[in-house]
């Protein structure tokens, strides 16, 4: 991951689940990375929690354990001491508790933007089923990220449902390049359980065709035997309702996908 990716290119690497890496320039930015390895998971660990390193920025869109893994911020926040942590800035308690410096906890709400190296990471609100903003200090628990750098826009979804306004404040930014997205969907025996939704794999590829954007990624269906999907499904239904204008590429972990900008 150490070579520099230069202006309309960027590399990403899957990490399961919304996990995912970013090259862009000289920044390497590592996002939902769920890296411990817990006995209920489907998924292999791709990179050990002890070998993630060089790492310039850490994301977390949310407080949940596959999302930020707080048992690896505690690791990462020595291993990778110089490194920025940014995440929902109503849980900087939780994170300074990881040992995190409070000069490298950069807490977000939404409408803000934060800029590291090669990359501005601006945030967008997510409601994962619910925003539940809190309504004293207006923050936002769940959050989704525009990363652009090198001329180039990736949308990472967090998790979210589809929302009045989501369409707008995605586009906004401009021409997207790449999304992943949320597929896994929600339902009454999930929520019975508090395991609480995104978008359907049906909503996640209309949002991708509205969006018009060239590259997308589903996730948030692999970890998981009781919250998974189909992604060929996605792929499917988005090729059919969209006639493959948009390219979709359902990832192996690890797999590394370069995307070029015409």
Known sequence: MQQHYDKN?????WLGQMGLMIKI??????????????????????????????????????????????????????????AKFVFPRIHMDSVLSDGVKKEN??????????????VTIHAIAAAHEFFEMDEETGLYPHLQYIIEGNGILIHHAGDTVRYEGMLGAVKSFGDIDIE????????????KDNCIGNMTYQEAADFAGEVGTKLVIPGHWDMF??????????????????????????????????????
């Open 9 to 13: 290119t960027a590399a990403l690497w």
């Open 25 to 82: 320039g000289d920044t390497l930015l590592c996002i939902d990375y769920f890296a411990t390895d817990d006995p209920s998971r489907q998924t292999p660990v791709p990179i050990p929690v002890d070998e993630v390193h060089e790492v310039d920025v850490f994301l977390g869109t949310h407080n949940h354990i596959d999302h930020i893994d707080h048992d690896s911020w505690r690791i990462w926040s020595k291993s990778n001491p110089d």
């Open 105 to 118: 906890a950069i807490g977000l709400n939404a409408g803000e933007s934060y800029t590291v190296g090669d």
């Open 180 to 191: 992943l997205l949320p597929i896994n969907g929600r339902d009454a025996i999930r929520y």
């Open 225 to 262: 035997a009781h919250n998974s999907e189909d992604p060929h499904a996605f792929k499917d239904y988005l090729s059919v309702k969209y006639q493959d204008k948009i390219e979709c590429k359902i990832p192996n972990l690890m797999e590394k996908i370069v995307y070029f900008k015409n």
